[in-house]
DNA sequence: GCGGTGTGCAACCCCACGGTTGCACTAATT
DNA sequence: AATTAGTGCAACCGTGGGGTTGCACACCGC
């Protein structure tokens, strides 16, 4: 096990992704909506949003004739205690493995 | 600004990469010694070890002759602090705009 | 001196993926 | 009825990057 969480980092990682991100996380805003302000298409913009919607960090509500998504920060918060755990398990292996090494 | 931190993600979002990560979590380990462990060649671990150290997650110990590398944790609960702060702001504007949303 | 071991560099292959264009469909608006 | 905005689907293109092979070089032990 000890499964990555590869797949969410990949969602992560695009900067246009990222972008939307925080412009969901500011304001509800559908595909169109955001092909405005974004420098590409919107057919572009819903490749992503689909990708985001699959790891769970953005959810869609539907509005009249349109669809609008939002950033779900719960998901970011789970994301960054896993992280959180596995950095501090990593430092406390280092200062163990340290303290044995001084051992007299 | 608000810059993303997409490089780092991207340091984190591949399969092969997050495994070298939990092993050099677990312990020291040379690019070599890695080749052992995992099915790819050495010199596809080198390319990874040599892009997880350009965003900071791990860091190179001369030994002798080779050169081992280990995980920074440190480093990652930097990321978690960060998206965990970005998680909460997206929840909180969420909560605000809800209560103005039910006022009477 | 010589074989094994660890590293570095370069060229190359291939596929996933971000982005595009084009078209079809539907629901509001007038 | 005609128009317009919003979405969905499909095909296509180009680049990046993960992986490989091959070679050269340095160091250690015998």
Known sequence: MT???AP???ALADETRWDIL???G???LSA???ATELPVSRQAIAKH???LTDVGLVESIPVGREIRYR???ARLNGIAAELDRIGTEWDTRLARIRSIAERP
């Open 71 to 73: 950033a779900i920060g």
């Open 8 to 10: 969410v980092f990949a």
């Open 32 to 34: 169109s909506a955001l």
């Open 49 to 51: 949003l689909a990708a």
């Open 22 to 24: 925080t412009r969901l």
């Open 26 to 28: 500011a304001r509800e």
């Open 3 to 5: 499964r990555g969480p």
